[in-house]
């Protein structure tokens, strides 16, 4: 930490909050701790975000999530959003393949609103943010946006890791 970095912390805690209630600037809201997101986010974003790298941060975060994905729906052999289709697809398992179910299906509109909604987040967050980021020079991340996007890989990764495994076992 520099000079200047101690300075802004030391006013923060000294004066900071006064100030701002003067000047009308007070928190209006809860702020996002990035140390709180889901650990297959944070633990792959922070070193990059550490050396001020967002999109690298955001990239990592993504990678780690998709591993995460295909060793729990157990398919090496998908990427991404053909991934995220035969994970969370609403039509039953086919024997030998796996499918991850967020809730059961005794309320089947909340059941197909999860499943589709899981796929939905899924495929946008690979198709327009990760797969994005493959191409140099296409993505410049601010920090609050990385943040907010880092954001959106833990809520999903959540899902992923909340969901129950459902397989149907092959008969022979």
């Known amino acids: 930490m520099n000079a200047s970095e101690v300075r802004k912390l030391i006013f923060e805690l000294e ?9 009308g600037l007070s928190p209006t809201g ?4 990035a140390d709180a997101l889901h650990p297959w986010v944070w633990q792959a974003a922070r070193p990059h975000w550490e050396g001020g790298n967002y999109d690298a ?7 780690n999530v998709n591993n995460q994905l295909r060793a729990k729906a157990q398919r ?3 990427g991404e959003t053909n991934l995220v289709e035969a994970a969370f697809g609403i039509n039953p398992p086919e024997a030998g393949k796996v499918r991850l179910r967020l ?8 059941f197909k609103d999860r499943h589709v909604g899981a796929i939905s987040l899924g495929k946008g967050l690979f ?7 493959n191409h140099v020079g296409a993505e ?5 946006e990385a943040l907010e996007t880092l954001a959106a890989w833990s809520l999903f990764a959540r899902w992923v890791a909340r969901a129950e ?4 076992e092959v008969t022979s």
Not at 15 to 23: C, D, H, N, T, W
């Open 57 to 63: 941060a955001v990239w990592a975060a993504a990678i």
């Open 15 to 23: 004066e900071g909050l006064e100030v701002r209630e003067r000047l």
């Open 165 to 168: 495994v459902v397989t149907i």
């Open 127 to 133: 198709s327009g943010v990760r797969n994005p980021l």
């Open 76 to 78: 090496p052999d998908l």
């Open 140 to 144: 410049d991340l601010s920090e609050q």
């Open 103 to 110: 809730c059961d299906d005794t309320n089947p509109a909340l």
């Open 30 to 33: 809860p702020a996002l701790v």
